[in-house]
């Protein structure tokens, strides 16, 4: 049978098939494979006097590290517009975080109650300069969230964002559970770790959502500097204008890149922050 796990406690797998869950435990195959099933993971399994075992994992289009996750398709980025501060550097960094697990994104402006009409204009239309789409909510009174759920539909979807930015509100409205109070959900995870919860997906809408928010830390190490220009959407209309096929588009001439921000249909903020982690990487490749 074929199925996807959802849920996994103590070497125990949780299989669903259309609305059966089925226990399963992993064949030792796995482990000499260094290979180990994730949730999120399509898997082949047989059931023998009722215990389910899993023979294959089908292959994955993502690995998430955190949450430890297979095959998430979409990331909704949660940022407050006040409260804590909105930090366009900080919301760079996770869009590229995204990027690179090839996920589909979408923003999630919350607090919207905090700041003025105008003010929430100037930052939609930043993101819209960058191409993804926006949704608003006012996570605290329930507004937005029907949104937000309306998104999760065949998607595999992660929450995630800076700590105090309203992802726990968000994600205890969709799930229709009592709110916790700020800092459960890191305390969870805490203890998650001796007991090794693993997250775990709901089905929700047509799709599945994780039960936590991800992507807590982030990491540039693996990123190489010829693939950082991938991560920026926006770059791809004009990147094969660029006079040399391997110009990364910073110092080289007749970069098409450069030009598209000079006539500003390349948000600049984002060029920059794009030159400044290019230059993080080439740094850091020099140290070693
Ligand atoms: P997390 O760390 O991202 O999970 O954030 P939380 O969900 O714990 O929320 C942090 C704080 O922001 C809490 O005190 C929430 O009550 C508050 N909060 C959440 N949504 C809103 C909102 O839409 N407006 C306002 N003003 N506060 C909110
Ligand atoms: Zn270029």
Redesign the pocket.
């Known amino acids: 049978m074929q199925g996807i796990i959802v849920k996994g406690i103590a070497g125990f797998y949780y299989v669903k098939v259309d609305e059966e869950i089925y226990e399963c435990k992993a064949r030792g195959k796995f482990r000499h494979n260094e290979l180990s099933p994730l949730v999120g993971d399509k898997v082949e399994f047989d059931l023998q006097n009722g215990k389910g075992f899993i023979k294959d994992i089908l292959p994955r289009t993502c690995e998430l590290i955190r949450p430890a996750i297979a095959n998430v398709s979409q990331a909704i980025i ?1 940022f ?1 517009v006040k ?1 804590p501060d909105f930090n366009t550097d900080l919301l760079n960094k996770f869009l590229m975080q995204c990027e690179a697990n090839g996920l589909n994104v979408i923003i999630c402006f ?5 700041i003025s009409k105008e003010e929430l204009e100037e930052k939609i239309s930043f993101i819209n300069s960058i191409g993804y789409k926006v949704i608003c ?5 329930g ?1 937005g969230i029907e949104e937000i759920k309306r998104q999760l539909q065949n998607n595999i979807t992660v929450l995630c ?12 409205s969709i799930l229709g559970r009592m709110a916790m109070k ?2 459960d ?1 890191s305390e969870r995870l805490k203890r998650g770790k001796h007991t090794t919860r693993h997250c775990e997906l709901i089905e929700m809408e047509g799709g599945y959502i994780a039960d936590s ?1 991800g992507f807590s830390s982030l990491d540039i190490g693996y990123i190489k500097k010829e693939d950082l220009q991938n991560y920026f959407p926006e770059f791809r209309e004009y990147k094969d204008n660029c006079k040399f096929s391997t110009c990364i588009h910073n110092k080289e001439p007749g970069c098409a890149v450069k030009e598209a921000v000079l006539n500003n249909n390349i948000n600049k903020n984002r060029y920059d922050f794009y030159v400044k982690t290019l230059e993080e990487i080439q740094s850091r490749r020099e140290w070693k």
Do not use: C, W
């Open positions: 949660v407050a409260n919350n607090k919207i109650d905090l909510s006012r996570a605290k009174q507004e964002g800076p700590s105090g930015v309203g992802k726990s509100t968000i994600l205890n700020t800092g959900i928010p």
